[in-house]
Each structure stands twice: as structure tokens, then as C-alpha cells.
């Protein structure tokens, strides 16, 4: 392609040549008459040199707008691009952030831990005072009967996933009054599965630890150590409650502060 250009030109400075003599030869007939051939020819190859000088110092310029529209079409192609990259970013990271969500640790629930916790016990059997009321003493509830109400949500996940009885020593009638109408006041006895039939009363230490035995529960909670010590041969699992951590008398005996922090929703 670029011989073909070469001829082009060549053809082009000789037929301009030619063009260029004869209007000399027109313009100065007079002059041309007393000139030889070699004068005419040398006037001719001026008329080359001087076209082929003006091509050769004018062609640099176009290239030159070549390479500046090149880089031009580069710089904007480049900024366009920007945007797709950036776009293209933005949505990986939002890939990501989902794919992060979606393997992230789900929390369990409450009713989980319950169920974990007991290690599938079917059958608990609770003391009142300390665990589930403020109060902590039988002389307590004969002035009132009050619930804890931090305790009250692991209650009632309980009584859905347990049998669950109730059971305390108390010194009169009056006080067994008080202690159910504070759990029908929680709501215990409608939103839960306890009944008034499992809220066991008595009126000794041994006569709660004979209701427990009786009942062979697969959990017993309670706050007195030596109940629990007692228990310990016969009853699968146990949780002492104790505001200081208690030595611990068994494999089977477990110790916590309160009843909700042992389930892990203190």
C-alpha cells in the first residue's frame, strides 16, 4: 500500500511538471525560443523540488492529529470504563456482604438453650423461694408473695418443653394463697402449661425432699445444699442456686446464681 502511495506521487510530480512547463513556455514564448532543452528541464526539476519539499514538511502535521485523536479516544475510553469498574466493585462487595450474611452464626433461642440445657429432661421439679420469688425465707411469705419477673420468660419456655412442678415449705394457709395468685398474676397458669395441681406445698425440708423422690424428676432446682446433697444419688440432675459458687458435691450437680442465668437470658 504504501509503494502504490509512492507511484501516486511520482505520477502526480511529473504531470505537474509537465502542466508547469507548458505554462511557462505559454507566459514566456519569447524567452522559451532562446532556451535549449536543458533549461527548460532545469526550471521543470525546480518546479519538483520545490513541490515535493512543501509534502514532505506537511505530512509530519498529520500524524501527529492522528496520535492526538488516538490518545484522546484512549483518555475517554479509560474514564468510561472507570464507572464500569467502579459498578463492578460494588457489586462483588454486595455479593460478598450477602454470602457473609447468609453463613453468619444464627443466635439461638431461648426454647433452644432450654432444650440443650436440660439435655432432653422431660420432668422438673423446682423450689419456690430464692429461684422463682424474691422472697427467700417461709416467715417472708406470710407478709406477701412477690415474682421475680427476670425469671418469668425461662418459666414459661419450661412449662411448653417440661412437666414442671412447683413445690415449697410454707407455714400457713394464707401464704399458699399468696404464692399462687403471684403466679396467676404472671400469667404463669394461662400462658404456660402449669397447673395449680403440680404447686406443691409442705411443711418441712424433708417433706419437699420426699415430693422430689416421689416424683423422680430428670431435673431438681433448688437452694438448700444439704437437699441437694441428699438428692444427688437419686436424682439424674440437680442445680443449685446460690449467690456464691458452692462446692461442688457431685458430677450430676450443677451451680448457678439464678435460674435465668444458667439458661442464658440474665
Known amino acids: 500500500m504504501a509503494d502504490s502511495s509512492k507511484e501516486e506521487l511520482v505520477q502526480l510530480i511529473k504531470k505537474f511538471g509537465a502542466y508547469l512547463t507548458v505554462k511557462m513556455s505559454n507566459l514566456f514564448s519569447l524567452s522559451f525560443?532562446?532556451?535549449?532543452?536543458?533549461?527548460?528541464?532545469?526550471?521543470?526539476?525546480?518546479?519538483?523540488?520545490?513541490?515535493?519539499?512543501?509534502?514532505?514538511?506537511?505530512?509530519?502535521?498529520?500524524?501527529?492529529?492522528?496520535?492526538?485523536?488516538?490518545?484522546?479516544?484512549?483518555?475517554?475510553?479509560?474514564?468510561?470504563?472507570?464507572?464500569a469498574l467502579t459498578s463492578g466493585a460494588s457489586e462483588d462487595s454486595g455479593a460478598q456482604n450477602v454470602v457473609n450474611e447468609f453463613f453468619q452464626p444464627v443466635k439461638p433461642t431461648l426454647g433452644q438453650i432450654?432444650?440443650?440445657?436440660?439435655?432432653?429432661?422431660?420432668?422438673?421439679?423446682?423450689?419456690?423461694?430464692?429461684?422463682?420469688?424474691?422472697?427467700?425465707?417461709?416467715?417472708?411469705?406470710?407478709?406477701?408473695?412477690?415474682?421475680?419477673?427476670?425469671?418469668?420468660?425461662?418459666?414459661?419456655?419450661l412449662t411448653k418443653f417440661c412437666d414442671l412442678y412447683f413445690m415449697e415449705r410454707v407455714l400457713d394457709d394464707e401464704s399458699e394463697k399468696r404464692v399462687l395468685s403471684a403466679l396467676e398474676d404472671a400469667g404463669v397458669f394461662t400462658s404456660g402449661g402449669l397447673v395449680k395441681d403440680k404447686v406443691l406445698f409442705c411443711s418441712t425440708e424433708t417433706g419437699r425432699s420426699s415430693f422430689v423422690r416421689q416424683l423422680e424428676p430428670d431435673w431438681h432446682v433448688d437452694t438448700n445444699p444439704e437437699i441437694i446433697s441428699q438428692l444427688a444419688r437419686f436424682i439424674k440432675y440437680q442445680l443449685h442456686i446460690s449467690p456464691v459458687r458452692p462446692e461442688r458435691v457431685a458430677s450430676n450437680v450443677f451451680s448457678s446464681q439464678s435460674l435465668e442465668q444458667f439458661f442464658g437470658s440474665a
Open 33 to 83: 525560443r532562446n532556451m535549449d532543452s536543458r533549461s527548460v528541464g532545469a526550471i521543470a526539476g525546480l518546479a519538483v523540488v520545490i513541490v515535493f519539499s512543501w509534502r514532505v514538511f506537511r505530512s509530519p502535521s498529520r500524524p501527529q492529529r492522528r496520535q492526538l485523536k488516538h490518545r484522546a479516544a484512549q483518555s475517554s475510553s479509560s474514564q468510561s470504563n472507570v464507572p
Open 114 to 157: 432450654v432444650r440443650r440445657k436440660l439435655s432432653e429432661g422431660r420432668k422438673v421439679t423446682c423450689r419456690l423461694l430464692g429461684v422463682v420469688l424474691e422472697e427467700n425465707s417461709p416467715e417472708e411469705l406470710q407478709k406477701q408473695a412477690t415474682l421475680r419477673s427476670s425469671v418469668l420468660e425461662v418459666l414459661l419456655e
